[in-house]
């Protein structure tokens, strides 16, 4: 078999002397390995979960839940499905994670800056935080921050009240909030059509500045254009868009309003908290990376220091500080997994429940699985597209 | 050149790889799992003791003594089975197990026996086990405080409610609200002790669990008389020890043994006295202590005597009631209501030994 001779038999040199043959070889064996463990890894779940009686398929999932739910961020029922429940904690766990990174962003930014303060007190107290929040187990913040916090406010009847109002008591916090009415979507088209408005005034603003040179202020304008479309839209609508909606103290608890529970208010307390510590210490690295003779260059260029920041100082440290940032977005989502211990209704939480009442620990374990990889990766390609594009880029 | 005949050689290989792991695998089934009849008993006697998930967390039914040591109802029939077993009722394990991980648990066998306050339902039936036999009648209430002045648990509209996942008290609870027309908002956690703690801290107007369940929890609240029991029972609770499926033999053993228990405190014979109805002139004594006659021991691999041994540990059911729940008990009192035996008006009922 000629194919066959040629494939072994390359020109004289003997098949195991062969440089490419033996990496070829390497090759297979990495892959044989690889495919064993993988077939090794199902054929275990399968059999094991055959000889344990325990159901795979997800052929539950339209059936009734049966089960309450704390919270949601969607209208949710006893009778809705499994599945509408497993999709009412993936929500609660968007919800809280994506809240949670917007919050620990911003405060460890500010920490981060502040631990390079030339202010003795700002910086001490910033370094001070963040050994604390950084060292003590997230678990332990949560307890704390819930049984420890959030439950020992005063009872609803006695609840504590702030301008506005806004209500805290052990039942959560309660304010006022808008709620919409019927001219809502109308609305909504008057603002759609200030946003169109404001984008290609922008456009043409900033053409007529490189054409003239002068400045035209595009941005500032643009935003002027989308607000006053927006007020002239509140008052042509048939009335009023939102309307105000007070808490107000029913038999039980406070009706109406904007509602943090304690369980989530805890929550997000304790990931914020907890993940800033770490954003502060990656600002705060990323942006002592950047050269001495960078800042001195810029200065020495006639660079204001604001400039000095805008363009050489924060560009460079972007660069730095984004990989490890998305991963500390990804810890606070898989964190927030813990809201299990502390009562709020999670992706997790919800999956436990559907286990427990469905009886399909493999299924809904995959689900879960699932889920989390499904949340991280999005992440992470949203995080490096936005690297890529703040990429250092060789001309 | 080079590549293409790589990567085809590679293919092959990889394929004829697939093929070798898949076709090996159809037939082994060595991952320690029981699934024949009698399997379940050789286990354990090669063990050399029981192993029971419970918990450790709920006074009356299954806490830790002040030595540290588990006790409590179901704690309770867990050892009778290991003194039919092995004639000893300290060869034992207790696993503490949440209540979401009950169903898992003995779905895959992982204990021999589940004896956590688990209520009997069809579904739970079907699919994580053998229930053997009802041990303990409860119904689902409500605990409230009582300076609210709630006098029934149609006050609670629109209340929030404390309550632990994966249960049926979750389920009965949106069963009985949404039957009544009622708003329910809930609070829900995994762990027994966050649910309580969270309710005593006032995040809760209401908490809900079986009635047996709360008055063991009230015992232990700082203040037990500002918390008290609301008249309803909205469900039925036959909390029962379940096995796995797919042993018969073990399964009536288990059932043997409970069973034992109930006729013990039927025809008087107590942890005290034992010793000497094992020469008492009763035909049925006689027979249930071995004395005389067989009534299937040996078929289930117990020995002649199991009863005894059973007795002397634990004694029979009213004893093991009265030391967690009687008047005198360790933990709370709780009368015995449907859990008197039949022939004193309640539903504690076994079939013959014989």
């Known amino acids: 078999m000629p194919l066959l001779r040629s494939m072994l038999w390359h020109s004289d040199i003997p098949l195991w002397r062969d440089a490419r043959v033996l990496r070829a070889f390497a090759q297979i064996v990495s892959v044989i390995i690889v495919v064993s463990i993988v077939v090794f890894a199902v054929n275990n779940v399968l059999t094991a979960a055959n000889d344990r009686n325990l159901a795979l398929g997800f052929d539950f999932l339209g059936e009734e839940a049966g089960f309450p739910i704390a919270e949601s961020v969607v209208k949710y029922h006893e009778a809705n499905s499994f599945r509408y429940a497993f999709y009412v904690g993936v929500l609660n766990t968007l919800k809280v994670a994506l809240i949670g990174i917007v919050a620990a962003t911003v405060l460890g930014v500010v920490l981060g800056v502040s631990r390079l303060s030339t202010n003795w007190l700002v910086s001490k107290a910033a370094g001070l935080y963040i050994e604390i929040f950084r060292n003590i187990p997230l678990l332990i913040q949560l307890f704390f921050w819930y049984f420890g916090v959030f439950l020992l406010f005063p009872a609803v009847e006695n609840a504590i009240e702030w301008p506005g109002p806004i209500f805290i008591s052990n039942r959560g916090i309660f304010a006022v909030w808008a709620s919409t009415t019927s001219s809502f979507g109308p609305w909504m088209l008057w603002i759609l059509g ?12 900033l053409r007529i500045e490189a054409r003239t040179g002068n400045s035209t202020h595009p941005n500032l304008l643009a935003i002027a254009a989308f607000v006053l479309v927006s007020i002239i839209g509140w008052f042509l609508v048939a009335d009023a868009p939102l309307a ?34 770490f954003i502060a210490e990656i600002v705060r690295s990323g942006i002592q990376a950047v050269e001495k003779g960078q800042v001195e260059a810029a200065r020495a260029l006639g660079l204001s220091e604001y400039q000095t920041l805008k363009m050489v100082v924060i560009p460079q440290s972007l660069r730095i500080i984004i990989p490890p940032l998305i991963s500390q977005y990804l810890n606070l989502t898989k964190n927030s997994s813990l809201a299990l211990t502390i009562g709020y209704p999670d992706l997790f939480g919800v999956g436990r429940i559907i286990i427990n009442q469905a009886g399909r620990a493999v299924p809904v374990f995959a689900m879960i699985m699932a889920a989390y990889l499904a949340m991280s990766l999005t992440y992470a390609v949203i995080g490096n597209l936005y690297n890529k594009h703040v990429r250092f880029v060789d001309r | 050149m080079g590549l293409k005949r790589i ?8 394929m004829v790889g697939i093929l070798a792991a898949a076709c090996s695998s159809d037939d082994d089934d060595d991952n320690g799992a029981v699934s024949s009849a009698g399997a379940r008993l050789d286990l354990v006697m090669d063990r050399g003791n029981l192993i029971c998930a419970g918990r450790t967390d709920l006074p009356g039914f299954g806490f830790l003594d002040a030595n540290g040591a ?18 000893d009722a300290s060869k034992l394990t207790i696993i ?40 303990f009648y409860d119904g689902q209430g409500f605990m409230v405080p009582t300076d609210k002045g709630y006098t029934s648990a149609l006050d609670l509209d629109g209340a929030t409610v404390c309550v632990t996942s994966g249960t049926t008290t979750e389920l009965n609870l949106a069963d009985f609200f949404r039957q009544n027309g009622m708003t329910l908002e809930t609070v829900v956690f995994e762990d027994t002790a966050s649910v309580y703690g969270a309710y005593e801290a006032g995040r809760c107007d209401a908490t809900t669990s079986d009635k047996s369940q709360l008055a063991a929890i009230r015992s232990g ?46 025809l008087g014979v107590t942890q005290a006295n034992v010793d000497a109805m094992v020469s008492s002139d009763n035909i049925k004594i006689r027979r249930m202590l071995g004395t005389e006659g067989e009534f299937g021991q040996s078929t289930l691999g117990l020995s002649a005597t199991f009863a005894v041994d059973v007795i002397k540990a634990v004694g029979n ?13 360790g933990s709370f009192t709780l009368p ?19």
């Open chain 1, 194 to 205: 200030g946003l169109i408005l404001a984008v290609v005034a922008r456009f043409s603003l």
């Open chain 1, 244 to 277: 105000k909606s007070t808490p107000e103290l029913g038999r039980f608890n406070f009706q109406g309003g904007l509602n943090f529970t304690p369980e989530f208010t805890a929550l997000l307390f304790g990931l914020v908290i907890y993940t800033a510590s």
């Open chain 2, 7 to 14: 990567v085809l050689l590679m293919g092959l290989i990889a």
């Open chain 2, 70 to 87: 588990n006790a409590g109802f179901d704690i309770d029939l867990c050892r009778a089975v290991a003194a039919a077993v092995f004639g």
């Open chain 2, 96 to 135: 503490p197990i949440s209540a979401s991980e009950r169903g898992p648990t003995i779905q895959a066998g992982e204990v021999d026996i589940l004896s956590r306050n688990v209520t009997w339902t069809t579904t739970r039936d079907s699919q994580w086990g053998n229930y053997t036999n009802v041990m």
């Open chain 2, 221 to 266: 609240f700082a203040d037990p008389g500002a918390h008290m029991i609301l008249a309803e029972t909205i469900s039925k609770e036959p909390l029962t020890p379940v096995v796995a499926h797919g042993d018969d033999q073990w399964f009536d053993l288990v059932k043997t043994v409970m069973y034992t228990l109930i006729n013990a405190e039927e």
């Open chain 2, 317 to 329: 059911y009213g004893e093991i009631y009265d030391r967690h729940m009687g008047p005198n008990g």
């Open chain 2, 336 to 354: 015995r209501g449907d859990n008197k035996l039949w022939s004193d008006g309640g539903l504690i009922y076994a079939p013959p030994l014989k």
